[in-house]
């Protein structure tokens, strides 16, 4: 079946570092979507991407989709405590299903 | 404005015991509804997805059910638990099964011993 990998896993980061995490479909997808877990808390939407090539910014928060509609990445710019958690992708498959990816786990020191 | 709501927060249940994990949405009528399973540390599995009241489409093969038995009430179910049932249970809703972002409750955490 489709897989969405996230890499790296976990990062460490001192504060006010950059930091980058990638998604990788298997297949191309029609939409992706990237959410924020924080530790012991639910995923929260952060935003959606549709077209190929597409980049957003929220605020220090970068988001790209590929080319070729199958990877896309997140870079935030010059971290904060604030941003501390679980990082997903989660790309939309042909059958209109939502795949999330492995997740990258954001840490940073102060 | 919509909230979602799951309850309980935690539950401690022994193996071979039954569960039912309840979720419900208000401020919205015939949301689409999710059912996920997160292992600890791990990515999230979508267990189940409603498109509508008594409408229930199973992603994975398991010892879980899922019921729809009112338009914004989405309920989990085993009859056993196993030990490898531990884990962080999320429901989610969007507004549409193809093009919306999904909106995630609180959670259950729960532990099978």
Same mark, same amino acid.
């Given at each position: 079946g489709q897989q969405v990998m996230q890499i790296p896993q976990y990062q460490h980061v001192q504060e006010g570092e950059d930091f980058t995490t990638y998604c990788n479909s298997s297949t191309t997808l029609s939409n992706i979507q990237w959410y924020k877990q924080r530790p012991g808390g639910h995923p929260v939407f952060l935003i959606q991407l549709v077209k190929s090539g597409e980049v957003k910014k929220q605020k220090r928060l970068t988001f790209q989709f590929g080319e070729a509609k199958k990877n896309s990445s997140l870079h935030i710019t010059? /971290?904060? /405590? /604030?941003?501390?958690g679980t990082y997903f992708c989660a790309g939309r498959d042909n059958t209109d299903k939502l795949i999330f990816g492995t997740g990258t786990r954001l840490q940073v020191f102060p | 404005s919509q909230t979602i709501h799951q309850w309980p927060a935690t539950l401690v249940q022994p193996v071979g015991s039954p569960l039912s994990l309840e979720c419900t949405v208000e401020g919205t009528s015939n949301p689409n509804l999710y059912w996920y399973r997160q292992a600890a540390g791990r990515g999230l599995q979508l267990l189940f997805y409603s498109v509508g009241i008594g409408q229930i489409s199973s992603e994975v093969p398991q010892n879980l059910s899922a019921s729809?038995?009112? &338009?914004r009430q989405f309920i989990l179910s085993s009859k056993k638990l196993l030990l490898s049932d531990s884990g962080f249970y999320l429901c989610a809703w969007s507004? &549409?099964? %193809? %093009?919306y972002e999904q909106y995630f409750g609180p959670g259950t955490r729960l532990t099978v011993t």
């Open positions: 010059a /971290t904060q /405590t /604030t941003d501390v | 729809r038995p009112q &338009d507004w &549409d099964f %193809s %093009s």
